[in-house]
């Protein structure tokens, strides 16, 4: 039965193709980025869907003024099991990025160019990608009548290059879509061998820190306190103190620490001789996750109280993003699952990761539900000419329909 179905999606790459070429005509941009979200680009899909068999579609649309006709789409697609119990989910996201420059493309990014086994376009690979392996998938059961081991559901969401506010957050504020035993892959991230499977993410923490002096005349510095000696005293302890307070390793990111880096420094005064009243910096921190940010920000508290009282000035931080996530056991059944699928297509041993950036992931391990992140990627998304390798969409179409009848 399973030989039925790969041999099916073998020959399905012009389908691959034709679906790759009608989601990359809409322009499925947030209106952060000056678009008008995914509406046309779901309907797209949904219809596409349809006229193939998918029988069982649910759309769950969250409001959002800016974008047309005030929704941002979220689609599921549901394929009966033998079992509903330990249903299996592969969530990609139908929002891309902009295109950027024009002239740094060498043909229309939203028109799809075939060409020595590539696809180039805005969103081939992030995410079409893995959107239409999981469609070619689902399509090799529905075509040959092939019912999977577990239900399985196919999600698109939205937003998800903005934050996911309006994609899988608000799907599970305001939706029951997920159970507790639920299996979630998501297509969505890799490298070049698929050999990595990600499961789990540093805890991630974003500060502004503002300093409040007294702005003085650069040759009377005695009669001012200088917000910028004082930011930068406390940037530079924040540096290389907090490492010491948090200091444990794990093996299972790159790098293994626990990372604290001032990075954007914002204008304070604009000539050379005024010793500034007022000076403010940003703190990139991405933390292992034994350590809650609630102990990190103590610390923080503690450092800037030390600073301020020595400098004679007011600090103040301001959260600009804060994010903690659980892990996915690298033992989860869902983990062994996808790591044998893999070795049987690709032939790679897979070995699971942690990053420092964040995922969609994390929302749905904040919930207790299993997922993983892992696809066969050439990375080349957000950037001009990207593509998509057509045996990377036909591969991982495969590693996915043997996680559909994969008994568990």
């Known amino acids: 039965m399973i030989a039925k179905i790969l041999e099916h999606i073998e020959k399905s790459v012009p389908t691959m193709v034709e679906l790759e070429t009608g989601l990359c005509r809409y322009p499925a941009l947030s209106p952060e980025s000056g678009g008008a979200g995914e509406f046309d680009k779901c309907e797209f899909l949904q219809a596409w869907l349809a006229e193939r068999g998918f029988k069982n579609l649910e759309r769950h649309d969250a409001p959002d003024a800016r974008a047309k006709n005030g929704v941002r789409p979220n689609l599921v697609a549901t394929i009966p099991g033998v079992s509903d119990a330990k249903r299996l989910w592969i969530m990609s996201h139908t929002d891309v990025v902009p295109p950027g420059d024009p002239s740094m493309w060498k043909s229309d990014p939203w028109t799809v160019v075939q060409k020595d086994g590539r696809l180039y376009g805005r969103g081939v690979e992030d995410n079409q990608q893995g959107l239409v392996a999981s469609v ?210 690709y032939g790679v041993t897979t070995r699971p990761i942690g990053i420092g950036g964040g995922t969609v992931g994390a929302f749905l391990r904040n919930e207790g539900i299993d997922s993983v992140v892992w696809g066969r990627l050439h990375e080349s998304a957000h950037q001009p000419n990207e593509f998509t390798v057509i045996e990377n969409i036909v591969g991982d179409a495969k590693v996915m329909a043997k996680l559909m009848m994969e008994k568990r």
């Open 136 to 345: 070619a998938a689902a399509l090799a059961l529905l075509e040959n009548g092939i019912t999977p081991a577990h239900t399985v559901k196919l999600l698109f969401v939205a937003d998800e290059e903005m934050g996911s506010e309006y994609g899988i957050q608000w799907v599970l504020a305001n939706r029951k879509l997920f159970r507790a035993d639920d299996m979630v892959v998501i297509p969505d991230g890799g490298d070049e061998k698929g050999e990595t499977i990600e499961v789990a993410e540093k805890n991630l923490l974003w500060l502004r820190i503002a300093t409040k002096g007294v702005q003085c005349h650069g040759s009377r510095p005695d009669l001012g306190a200088n917000a910028h000696v004082a930011a930068a005293e406390l940037a530079v302890r924040l540096h290389d103190e907090l490492p010491m307070v948090f200091p444990e390793k794990d093996a299972l990111f790159d790098p293994d620490y626990s990372t604290f880096e001032p990075t954007k420094s914002e204008a304070n005064v604009p000539n050379v001789n005024t010793i500034p009243g007022d000076d403010a910096f940003c703190m990139d921190m991405r933390v292992l996750p034994r350590y809650p940010l609630a102990k990190v920000l103590a610390e923080i508290e503690r450092i800037m109280a030390e600073v301020a009282a020595k400098r004679r000035v007011a600090m103040t931080h301001e959260t600009l993003q804060r994010v903690e996530s659980k892990p996915t056991s690298p033992d989860a059944p869902l983990v062994r699952f996808l790591s044998k699928a893999v070795k049987e297509v």
